[in-house]
């Protein structure tokens, strides 16, 4: 029988129709639910190795697409940071039972702050890589935010895959309404966040500023001097696994 690493994706339904992919495994809790970056998808490689460590391990995990990215049905455009957090809460509520821990990659560490912040009461633990909270803000200059007001929308070349890296007017007000750094974050379970300092993404100041907003007294923050923004090397993959295994130990 095919299992998730290897089977088709799943599909659940949102109430306007479009369907979402997912993998799910059975398993001990609380259950990992990994949450990729903008423009990219659950078959990315921390995510595909994160999941076979958890089958191998016996423990719980969900991987998912945002609508109009990956499997899932629907238009990258129309997709807004509001509304891909609405996916996620949508698959937690409708496919898990328990506690989750988050691990979110990029703009998913982002949205996995926004998901802890509606679920409280779900979220055991949250863990980020290279996590971008505000990139609408920091990432972007004043002439791009100008043209984005202007044009409605962003087309620029990206290393990371063969499209170009779109970001629209509406992403972008999305994002700026839910900024985070610049006040108190209320979470208060238990969050690791791994920052390469070497990330021409991210700054690896975000990391420090994200663990000094964060409410919670259980954060730690791991620099690695020459990682990438990705940090998917099997060095990088083998440090996520044991802070995730190390997290999921404690709880």
């Not at 988050?102 to 980020?128: K, T, Y």
């Not at 975000?206 to 990682?227: E, N, P």
Request: proline fraction near 6%; glycine fraction near 10%.
């Amino acid at each position: 029988m095919p299992d998730a690493l290897s089977a088709p994706p799943a599909y659940l339904a949102r109430p306007d129709g479009l369907r979402l992919a997912y993998r799910h495994s059975a398993g001990a809790g609380p259950t990992l639910v990994f949450l990729p970056g903008y423009m990219s998808d659950m078959e990315g490689g921390k995510a595909v190795a994160l999941h076979g460590w958890a089958q191998r391990q016996g423990r719980a995990m969900l991987r998912l697409d945002y609508a109009g990215n990956g499997a899932s049905e629907g238009r990258f455009a129309d997709g807004t940071l509001a509304s891909w957090r609405d996916d996620v809460l949508l698959l937690i509520d409708r496919l898990v039972d328990g506690p989750v821990v988050l691990v979110g990659s990029s703009m998913g560490g982002w949205l996995a702050l926004l998901v802890a912040l509606a679920r409280p009461e779900r979220v055991a633990g949250l863990i980020g890589i290279a996590a971008a909270p505000d990139f609408t803000q920091w990432g972007f200059t004043d002439a791009d935010k100008a043209l984005l007001r202007t044009e409605g929308r962003i087309e620029e070349p990206t290393p990371y895959g063969d499209q170009p890296y779109v970001t629209t007017r509406a992403f972008w007000e999305s994002g700026q309404a839910l900024r985070l750094l610049e006040g108190e974050i209320a979470i208060d379970c238990p969050v690791r966040l791994l920052q390469g300092q070497a990330d021409p993404d991210v700054p690896w100041d975000i990391a420090l500023r994200t663990a000094a907003q964060l409410r919670s007294s259980d954060v730690q923050t791991l620099l690695i001097k020459d990682g990438d923004h990705r940090l998917s090397r099997d060095g990088d993959i083998a440090l996520l696994i044991r802070t995730v295994s190390t997290l999921l130990d404690s709880l």
